[in-house]
């Protein structure tokens, strides 16, 4: 039932993302619940393995690479899922900071 909550809540956070970014949006609501479920999938196998093999890079840049990598995440959720867009990488990488940043305080607010 927890998974579920936390779904709910990540399709919140990209649809304040979409409400915020004028390049990334949805067709529908449905997209966007369709879209966090994609975002954590992917993010719980491919993230690990990308930031594995990133890694010494990611230091070099003082985890700045880190959000590279969130943004092409986010960018290929964008071309996995229909009716989620995303216009381009700096709409990404900047949309994915915020993600992270409305994702963790709804996460605060909403959950024990």
């Known amino acids: 039932m927890k998974w579920i909550w ?8 990209l649809l304040i993302v979409a409400w915020l970014f004028d390049a990334i949006w949805f067709d529908s609501v449905a997209a966007a619940f369709i879209a966090a479920l994609v975002l954590g999938l992917i993010n719980a196998i491919l993230r690990p393995i990308l930031q594995f093999l990133a890694l010494p890079v990611t230091i070099l840049t003082l985890g700045i690479f880190a959000l ?15 009716g989620f867009h995303v216009d381009s990488f700096f709409a990404a990488f900047f949309g994915s900071i915020v993600l992270s940043i409305v994702s963790s305080i709804l996460s605060a607010v909403f959950e024990d």
């Open 6 to 13: 936390h779904w709910i809540l990540s399709a919140v956070s």
């Open 68 to 82: 590279i990598i969130n943004a092409l995440l986010l960018l290929l959720t964008g071309k996995l899922v229909p």
